[in-house]
């Protein structure tokens, strides 16, 4: 598998695949190589528009420690940190209307809100976290903002923009 042993990553993009995956107690060297490879595939999109623009990451980030649910948009109901998740009859129309607003997006609040508007969503029954981090430095990036690295000793922190 590809690693930034293969090819150059900035430091900062280590680093905040790293925690990423650290937030979610995810610490294999499996997971890493497939967060790099989930970011890399992320990288080429010009937008993201259409479902496989976050399902096709969300396969590669967990195609190996999940393969179960890897890309696919959940079917059951969930819950988190004891809020349960929009019925899986309304996650595609909710991403569709979630995904133009990337395109207005500009501001590190504006980029956040989408954020915690695709962690509420939750259209994955795993994932979510790490995928929806990819997303929200893709937007940055696209923007010219610097890579956000949430480390896991502030997931609390990190944790505090969803209450």
Known sequence: MLGPKDTYMEPSVVEFLRESNAIECEYSDIAFEDAVLAWQEVLEYEEISELHHICVPH????GRV???VAGIIRKVNVEVGGRICPNPGSLRRMLYQWMPL???ARTEDD??????AFEAIHPFEDGNGRIGRILMNWQRQKVGLPILVIKESEKEEYYNWFR
């Open 59 to 62: 396969n590669i980030l967990l």
């Open 66 to 68: 999940r393969p179960v």
């Open 102 to 104: 990337l395109k207005e």
């Open 111 to 116: 980029i956040k809100n989408l954020h915690v």
